[in-house]
């Protein structure tokens, strides 16, 4: 399956983002998705995750409450909806998916496709 992450930009702190996953190739609802995200000189981190059917999700904490991952598989494609965002979200983020499509996966190394990353900046 091929990803392609979009919808990232520069919005003010405490303002709201969506971003978008369309995915390509494969079956979409055969995955299990996720979004991670890499700040500058950090690590890559998770973020949130969802199964193939949309029926269960997880978030990371920094992000709970404010962050909702969703998911279309009529259209092939996932979001990310973010709100109350915070300098600290500032990131590149990815989306990915995996064959393990009932689970909830936080770890990258559980998914074995990824999108190219958006850029989301949070500045005033």
């Known amino acids: 399956v091929q990803l392609q992450a979009y919808g990232g930009g520069l919005v003010q702190p405490g303002g709201s983002l969506r971003l978008s996953c369309a995915a390509s190739?494969?079956?979409?609802?055969?995955?299990?998705m996720g979004w991670f995200r890499q700040a500058p000189g950090k690590e890559r981190e998770f973020v949130t995750a969802?199964?193939?059917?949309?029926?269960?999700?997880k978030y990371a904490d920094s992000v709970k409450g404010r962050f909702t991952i969703s998911r279309d598989n009529a259209k092939n494609t996932m979001y990310l909806q973010m709100n109350s965002l915070k300098r600290e979200d500032t990131a590149v983020y990815y989306c990915a998916a995996t064959a393990n499509s009932r689970r909830l996966w936080m770890r990258d190394y559980e998914y074995a496709y990824w999108g190219q990353g958006t850029l989301v900046t949070v500045s005033s």
């Open positions: 969802i199964t193939w059917s949309g029926g269960a999700t």
């Open positions: 190739g494969r079956t979409f609802s055969d995955y299990g």
